[in-house]
T-cell receptor, first 114, second 111 residues
Framework: EPEVTQTPSHQVTQMGQEVILRCVPI?????FYWYRQILGQKVEFLVS????????KSEIFDDQFSVERPDGSNFTLKIRSTKLEDSAMYFC????????????FGPGTRLTVT | EDQVTQSPEALRLQEGESSSLNCSYT??????LFWYRQDPGKGPEFLFT?????EEKEKERLKATLTKKESFLHITAPKPEDSATYLC????????????WGLGTSLAVNP
């Protein structure tokens, strides 16, 4: 069964460093998403991406965040200068098309900023 | 403001003891109500989508129902492997479309 994959599973970085989180969405899906979940809190929407551009973004997704689909399979989230409060689980999700609302999630990357 | 609230926050059941989880929602132009299962340290696993009031979906011991204000996830004769956090999310319409999540119900099923 096709699934969303994410790497790395755990990333430890120092405050101020740049990190890139990687995702491979399900191959025939067209819409891609990043979410984060701080320990014990709700899942929070960060950004959605379609046709090589951002379609929606939340107030969390400020200038320190960027997304990219560098090739036909990968979808990345870059955090330019990490802060302690960026420590969270980051989930990538994808869905098939405009009329499909079901999003399928990857296993997540646990980001720890020290 | 769009909002999703789940109750209870935590539920402990004996194996075989049926119960229901609640998800109350207030969103502009509901485009779908979603149930996900999340195991510790893992990503949400899709269970059901409900689109209109009165709709019901079933999968093994789980049944999801939807009204205009809330959704229920009924668990019939649960087993220990059903232990997980069950998340509810609502997809809104209009500007700033996204999934709005509840905090989840942490379910523990004791053998």
């Amino acid at each position: 069964e096709p699934e969303v994959t994410q790497t790395p599973s755990h990333q430890v970085t120092q405050m101020g460093q740049e990190v890139i989180l990687r995702c491979v969405p399900i191959s025939n899906h067209l819409y891609f998403y990043w979410y984060r979940q701080i320990l014990g809190q709700k899942v929070e929407f960060l950004v959605s991406f379609y046709n090589n551009e951002i379609s929606e973004k939340s107030e969390i997704f400020d200038d320190q965040f960027s997304v990219e689909r560098p090739d036909g399979s990968n979808f990345t989230l870059k955090i330019r200068s990490t802060k302690l409060e960026d420590s969270a689980m980051y989930f990538c999700a994808s869905k098939m098309g405009r009329e499909s609302y079901e999003q399928y999630f990857g296993p997540g990357t646990r980001l720890t900023v020290t | 403001e769009d909002q999703v609230t789940q109750s209870p926050e935590a539920l402990r059941l004996q194996e075989g003891e049926s119960s229901s989880l609640n998800c109350s929602y207030t969103v502009s132009g509901l485009r779908g109500l979603f149930w996900y299962r999340q195991d510790p340290g893992k990503g949400p696993e899709f269970l059901f989508t409900l689109y209109s009031a009165g709709e019901e979906k079933e999968k093994e011991r789980l049944k999801a129902t939807l009204t205009k204000k809330e959704s229920f996830l009924h668990i019939t004769a649960p087993k220990p492997e059903d232990s997980a956090t069950y998340l509810c999310a609502a997809h809104n319409a209009g500007n700033n479309r996204k999934l709005i999540w509840g905090l989840g119900t942490s379910l523990a099923v004791n053998p």
